[in-house]
Structures are given as C-alpha cells and as structure tokens.
T-cell receptor, first 112, second 113 residues
Framework: DAGVTQSPTHLIKTRGQQVTLRCSPK?????VSWYQQALGQGPQFIFQ???????QRGNFPDRFSGHQFPNYSSELNVNALLLGDSALYLC???????????FGPGTRLTVT | AQSVTQLGSHVSVSEGALVLLRCNYS??????LFWYVQYPNQGLQLLLK??????LVKGINGFEAEFKKSETSFHLTKPSAHMSDAAEYFC???????????FGKGTRLHILP
C-alpha cells in the first residue's frame, strides 16, 4: 500500500513566479492537509481539503491556494513567490473523522 | 488558542543513556497529543499518540510518553538511546478530529558515542 506521495521532490523558482505542488493521499483517505515547514521550525498549517472544498485555513495569505480532485489528490498553488516562501511543504492525508494524519516526504521549494 | 512548547532546541545524550524530550501544551479543551520524528530530508513519522485513553502511551522504536494533565505536559522518553535515534522530534496538539495539527518548534536529538 503506497503511502502519501508528493511531487516534485525539489523545486527552484524565482521571486514573482508561481508554483504548483502535488499530493496523492494514502489509499482510503479522503482528507488532505498542507503544512509549511521553514528551516529550523515546526510545520505550520496552511489549509485542509475535504470533499473538494477548503474546510479549514491557517494564517496564510491568499497567494496560497489549493484544490482537491475527485480522486482525493490535491494541489497547492503559490502565486507571486517571495523569498520567505522557501520551505519544505508537507502534505498529510487522513480519513474524515480521524485524528491521525499521515505525512508525505515533502517538496523542498527554494525561491531565489 | 492551542500551543506547544518544547524545552530545548538541542538535546545531547550518550548512547545507552536515557532520552528525555520535554513538551508542554496549552489547550482549552482535552487535547489529542502526538510526537513525530523527522529524519534528515524526510517527512514526519508518527511515534506515538495520546487520545484520552491510557495516560502512558507506548510508541514505536521503544519510545513512550506520559500525559500529565495537572502539569500540561507530554514528555517523551526512551530508556536507552541508540545512534539511530538521532533526528528532529516534534510534539504536537490537536483539539478535535479533522482539525489542524499545531506543532512545537522541534528538538534535535544528538546521540554521542
């Protein structure tokens, strides 16, 4: 059984550009959450998707947006990239009603 | 608002010695509590979780944690450290199912030979 997968593994972008990160949840999971982990910090919650809708949102600007597809996979989009957006972006999946989230390996985004 | 405080950004112990990583939480409702481990260039792996059942929780790799409501603590311990335990450890809190997880800043565990 494949766990949570994310692509790409690494990404380098220039300030002002836009980026899309992808996540496939663990089999049987219907909820996807995204977290940003800056260097030397703990992960911070960006938003959560369930039934193709954003269910919760953390304290992130509207430049961060997402989408969930009918197969429960998800995308995270970041517009107008800033240097401060450089971080490890983690996707976590769970099933609705659960307290246990399973994390993927992350996408390392570097903004230059 | 919920929060997590991990005492000590770096902890060093000798191989074979006791591991103790400290975590205090703040929550207005009975929380779910977690410890995650992160190895270099990897995602997060769940070590153990507290979900209002037994206050002493056993996890993987010989780790355990005790929920102490009176102290609002959830410290992580392991009787005997191995070199393979060197990693970053995160304490985390969740207040409701389907809720976001709030993480501490992490503690890097160094194992000395």
């Amino acid at each position: 059984d494949a766990g949570v997968t994310q692509s790409p593994t690494h990404l380098i972008k220039t300030r002002g550009q836009q980026v899309t990160l992808r996540c496939s949840p663990k089999s049987g999971h219907d909820t996807v959450s995204w977290y940003q982990q800056a260097l030397g910090q703990g992960p911070q919650f960006i938003f959560q998707y369930y039934e193709e809708e954003e269910r919760q949102r953390g304290n992130f600007p509207d430049r961060f947006s997402g989408h969930q597809f009918p197969n429960y996979s998800s995308e995270l989009n970041v517009n107008a990239l800033l240097l401060g957006d450089s971080a490890l972006y983690l996707c976590a999946s769970s099933w609705d009603g659960s307290y246990e989230q399973y994390f993927g390996p992350g996408t390392r985004l570097t903004v230059t | 608002a919920q929060s997590v405080t991990q005492l000590g950004s770096h902890v060093s112990v000798s191989e074979g010695a006791l591991v103790l990583l400290r975590c205090n939480y703040s929550s207005s409702v009975p929380p779910y509590l977690f410890w995650y481990v992160q190895y270099p260039n990897q995602g997060l792996q769940l070590l153990l979780k507290y979900t209002s059942a037994a206050t002493l929780v056993k996890g993987i790799n010989g780790f355990e944690a005790e929920f102490k409501k009176s102290e609002t603590s959830f410290h992580l311990t392991k009787p005997s450290a191995h070199m393979s335990d060197a990693a970053e450890y995160f304490c985390a809190v969740m207040t409701n199912r389907d809720d976001k997880i709030i993480f501490g800043k992490g503690t890097r565990l160094h194992i000395l030979p």
